[in-house]
C-alpha cells in the first residue's frame, strides 16, 4: 500500500503506523481510522487534548483517499517504562486515566493502555499514541482495563511492597507484567484490601476462569457511570501509592567527600567550557539528581540526566516538577548494563546507545563516574574510553586519583585483589584515552585529588 | 468498531461488572469521610485532580 517504511515498533495497530523519513518521526494513518480521527479532529478534541498537554501536538501533512499523514511535535529523547522512577510511572499511570475519563466525558475510549504510549517530555508524561482514540461504545467494559492492571497498577504495586528496583521488570514483560505474577509476589494481608482483592485477584482468577472459553462468554454491559467508578478509584488508589525505601545516595550532594569550594570550582571549570563550546544538548551520565546541570549558567536545550540509583532520579524529577523545568529529563541507567534493544526482532525498543547516538549530545558529562565504572565494574580504560567516543563529540571527565577518598574506599574493598587496579592512575587513563580523544584541557580542582578534562572526540 | 489488535481478555471485561460495584462502595465511603472532614473545615489536598473540565480548557484559551 504505501513505499514508506514502518518503525519497528509499529505493527500492532492497524489503524495506521509511525515511520521516519530524513531522520523526523511522522505516522502514517490507514482508511480503518479515518472515521476516528475526522471527528476527534473536527470535533476539537484533539486541540482539547493539545491545550491541556495531555497529547503530543501534531499537524497534518497531507490526506488523501488512502493515507492521512501526521507529523507529531519531536521528542528528542524517549524513555521507556523500564528508566522511569517511582514518581514519574506513578504520573505516567495517572495521566493515562485522566486520559481515559476524558475520553469517556466525551464519548471517546481509550483502546489500548500500554505504558509505551507515554514518554516524558518538556519535564511532564505526555502522551504519544495519537491513535489510541476510539469511539466509546455504549454499555461496554474498558477493554484496556487489563492492559493497563499489568502495564501501571501492577509494577507500581510491585515498587511499592518490594522497591522501585522491581520496575526494571517492565524491560522482560514489553506486554506488561502478567495479572497471576502480580497477584504471587503481593504480600497476603493485600488479599483483605476491597480494591487489590477485585483489581489484581479477582482479575486473575477471572482470566484463569474464562481463558479457554473460546468466545462463547458473553461481554457484559457496563454503564458509564460505573466505568467512572472504576477509573476514579484506580486514580485515587495509586496517587496515594508511595515508596518505603531509604537511598543512600539520595543526598549525595550532602555526603559529597571535597569542600564547597572544591565545588564552586568545578561548577565554575564546566561552565566555562559548556559556554566556550556553546553547547545545546548535554547527557550528565551518572548525574544523580541533577544537582550539576542546575549549578550550569549557560542556556541548555535539553538535558538528559541518569544515574543507577532510582531514588535520585526520582528526587531529580520530584525537583523538575516543584521548579516546573522543561529542559531536563531524568532517567534510570545503569552503565554497567544499559537498556538494551528488545522486542520481536529485538528492535523495538531501541537500546540505550541507539537512542543517544540520535540525539547526538554536544557534550558528554562524567562526573565521579569513572572509579566506578573502573573499580567497581571492572571496566578498563580503554572499554570505557570506547563506549564514551562511540556517542561523544566532547566529553567533560572527572578523574579521581588513588589518594582521592572514595578511590581509597574502593580499592580497600577489594581487599587481596587490589594490586590487579594499579593500573588506575592518571597515567594510565590518559594513555587509553587519547586512542578515541584529544586532550583539550586538564584542570586539578584544588583542594581535591581530582583532575577535570575536556576531551574531543578525534573523529569529530 | 473496536478493531481487536489485542486480546483484551473476556475475563478482564466480566470482573469489570464486580469491579465497579466494589469500586463504587469505596468511592461512596470517600466521599463520606470527605464531606464529614469539609464540614469540619478539614484541609484537603487537591493537587493532581484527575477531571479535566472544558470550562478550564476555555480559561487557558483566553
Not at chain 1, 35 to 58: A, P, W
Amino acid at each position: 500500500m504505501s513505499y514508506k517504511k514502518a518503525h519497528p515498533s509499529s505493527f500492532r495497530d492497524p489503524s495506521g503506523y509511525v515511520f521516519v523519513e530524513e531522520g523526523v518521526v511522522k505516522r502514517s494513518i490507514t482508511p480503518l481510522y479515518f472515521k476516528q480521527y475526522t471527528t476527534l479532529k473536527e470535533s476539537g478534541f484533539f486541540s482539547k487534548l493539545f491545550k491541556n498537554n495531555l497529547l503530543v501536538k501534531h499537524e497534518e501533512l497531507s490526506a488523501s483517499e488512502v493515507e492521512i499523514i501526521i507529523q507529531p511535535e519531536q521528542i528528542p529523547f524517549i524513555t521507556y517504562p523500564y528508566e522511569w522512577s517511582f514518581n514519574q510511572y506513578q504520573q505516567a499511570a495517572l495521566l493515562t486515566l485522566k486520559i481515559q475519563k476524558f475520553c469517556l466525558k466525551h464519548d471517546f475510549s481509550l483502546k489500548d493502555a500500554s505504558a509505551y504510549n507515554i514518554s516524558f517530555y518538556k519535564g511532564k508524561p505526555i502522551f504519544l499514541d495519537t491513535l489510541s482514540f476510539d469511539f466509546y461504545d455504549k454499555n461496554k467494559p474498558w477493554r484496556a482495563y487489563k492492559q493497563f492492571i499489568s502495564h501501571f497498577l501492577g509494577p507500581l504495586l510491585l515498587a511499592s511492597f518490594h522497591g522501585s528496583k522491581s520496575l526494571k521488570l517492565m524491560s522482560n514483560f514489553i506486554d506488561g507484567i502478567p495479572v497471576k505474577m502480580i497477584a504471587s509476589m503481593l504480600p497476603y494481608k493485600t488479599k483483605f484490601n476491597p480494591f487489590l482483592y477485585s483489581n489484581i485477584y479477582l482479575l486473575s482468577k477471572f482470566e484463569d476462569k474464562h481463558n479457554e472459553n473460546n468466545g462463547k462468554s458473553k461481554v457484559p454491559s457496563l454503564s458509564k457511570k460505573a466505568q467512572f467508578n472504576i477509573i476514579d478509584s484506580l486514580y485515587n488508589y495509586i496517587k496515594k501509592l508511595t515508596l518505603k525505601e531509604y537511598s543512600e545516595w539520595g543526598n549525595y550532594y550532602q555526603k559529597i567527600n571535597y569542600s564547597d569550594d572544591a565545588f564552586v570550582l568545578k561548577s565554575d571549570i564546566i561552565n566555562k567550557w559548556i559556554s566556550n563550546l556553546n553547547s545545546k544538548k548535554i547527557i550528565d551520565i551518572g548525574g544523580n539528581d541533577g544537582t550539576f546541570v542546575r549549578f550550569l549558567k549557560p542556556k541548555i536545550d535539553h538535558a538528559l540526566v541518569c544515574d543507577i540509583d532510582v531514588n535520585a532520579v526520582n528526587h531529580n524529577y520530584k525537583t523538575i516538577k516543584k521548579n516546573k523545568e522543561d529542559h531536563i529529563t531524568p532517567f534510570v541507567l545503569d552503565i554497567l548494563n544499559p537498556s538494551a534493544s528488545i522486542g520481536f526482532n529485538n528492535t523495538e525498543r531501541d537500546s540505550f546507545l541507539k537512542r543517544i547516538k540520535n540525539f547526538g549530545p554536544d557534550i558528554t558529562l562524567a562526573l565521579a563516574l569513572i572509579h566506578h565504572m573502573s573499580l567497581s565494574g571492572n571496566i578498563t580504560f580503554d572499554m570505557s574510553a570506547s563506549f564514551f567516543a562511540s556517542f561523544s563529540k566532547y566529553l567533560i571527565i572527572e578523574f579521581p586519583k588513588r589518594t582521592d577518598s572514595w578511590v581509597t574506599h574502593l580499592l580497600d574493598n577489594k581487599a587481596e585483589f587490589k594490586d590487579h587496579f594499579d593500573f588506575y592512575n592518571i597515567e594510565n587513563f590518559e594513555l587509553h584515552y587519547a586512542n578515541h580523544f584529544k586532550i583539550l584541557e586538564k584542570l586539578p580542582i584544588n583542594n581535591s585529588e581530582r583532575v577535570m578534562y575536556l576531551l574531543k572526540h578525534k573523529h569529530d | 468498531m473496536n478493531f481487536l489488535y489485542f486480546d483484551p481478555s473476556i475475563g478482564a471485561m466480566i470482573v469489570q461488572v464486580i469491579v465497579a460495584a466494589i469500586s463504587g462502595v469505596l468511592l461512596f465511603s470517600k466521599n463520606l469521610v470527605y464531606k464529614v472532614k469539609v464540614f469540619f473545615g478539614v484541609n484537603i489536598d487537591q493537587e493532581d485532580d484527575i477531571n479535566i473540565e472544558d470550562s478550564d480548557i476555555e480559561k487557558k484559551e483566553n
